[in-house]
């Protein structure tokens, strides 16, 4: 019988994806993470948790490296990052993982992770229509556009209009239900 030979090459460890709340691989620069945010990054390979520690930073825009929780799943592929305090509004912030993040078998990655956000703005309000002064035209809605995402039932006891509008019968009109509208 023949001897049998066969080659093979094996993978560097490396990132399979990475998310921040429902954002699967997010742009560098993404704009609009919550301020609640926890971040995932999922490996290709079991991984050493300890490096991965070592390895991994999130910082402000003055260079502070923001207190972190760490979960693994049980086969250390998949670990879950929450900054302990919530995210300032708008604000930049850099997630790094640097290629010396080693596999369980050992190996370091094979690039580093780096991606940049900045989280939601501060709650304002950029527009309106009808816009601020102008005539009503007879248009059936009101729309407020928000810097950031909002809580809608945060709001209807917080929106007056001056004078009340009327009804055809005179009374004056109430809005029992708030629509969102996400673009």
Same mark, same amino acid.
């Given at each position: 019988?023949?001897?049998?030979?066969?080659?093979?090459?094996?993978?560097?460890?490396?990132? @399979?994806?990475?998310?921040?709340? @429902?954002?699967?691989?997010?742009?560098?620069?993404?704009?609009?993470?919550?301020?609640? #945010?926890?971040?995932?990054?999922?490996?290709?390979? +079991?991984?050493?948790?300890?490096?991965? #520690?070592? +390895?991994?930073?999130? #910082?402000?825009?003055?260079? $502070?490296?923001?207190?972190?929780?760490?979960?693994?799943?049980?086969?250390?592929?998949?670990?879950?990052?929450?900054?302990?305090?919530?995210?300032?509004?708008?604000?930049?912030?850099?997630?790094?993982?640097? @290629?010396?993040?080693?596999?369980?078998?050992?190996?370091?990655?094979?690039?580093?992770?780096?991606? $940049?956000?900045?989280?939601? #703005?501060?709650?304002? !309000?950029?527009?309106?229509?009808?816009?601020?002064?102008?005539?009503?035209?007879?248009?059936?809605?009101?729309? !407020?556009?928000? %810097?950031?995402?909002?809580?809608?039932?945060?709001?209807?006891?917080?929106?007056?209009?001056?004078?009340?509008?009327?009804?055809?019968?005179?009374?004056? %009109?109430?809005?029992? +239900?708030?629509? +969102?509208?996400?673009?």
């Amino acid at each position: 019988a023949e001897d049998y030979t066969w080659q093979f090459t094996t993978v560097y460890p490396s990132v @399979d994806f990475y998310q921040a709340g @429902d954002l699967v691989n997010p742009p560098d620069g993404q704009s609009g993470i919550p301020l609640d #945010s926890s971040f995932t990054i999922s490996f290709r390979q +079991a991984m050493d948790t300890a490096s991965v #520690s070592k +390895a991994l930073t999130l #910082s402000a825009p003055d260079g $502070s490296q923001l207190a972190l929780d760490l979960e693994w799943n049980k086969d250390t592929t998949t670990l879950v990052i929450k900054p302990h305090e919530r995210l300032a509004y708008g604000t930049y912030y850099h997630l790094l993982l640097t @290629d010396t993040a080693q596999a369980a078998s050992g190996g370091a990655l094979d690039k580093p992770l780096s991606w $940049s956000f900045t989280s939601v #703005s501060y709650p304002e !309000i950029i527009g309106t229509s009808p816009a601020s002064g102008e005539a009503y035209s007879g248009m059936r809605q009101f729309i !407020i556009q928000f %810097a950031s995402p909002m809580r809608i039932n945060t709001l209807a006891d917080k929106v007056t209009f001056a004078p009340p509008q009327s009804t055809a019968t005179g009374s004056s %009109a109430t809005r029992s +239900a708030w629509r +969102a509208r996400t673009s």
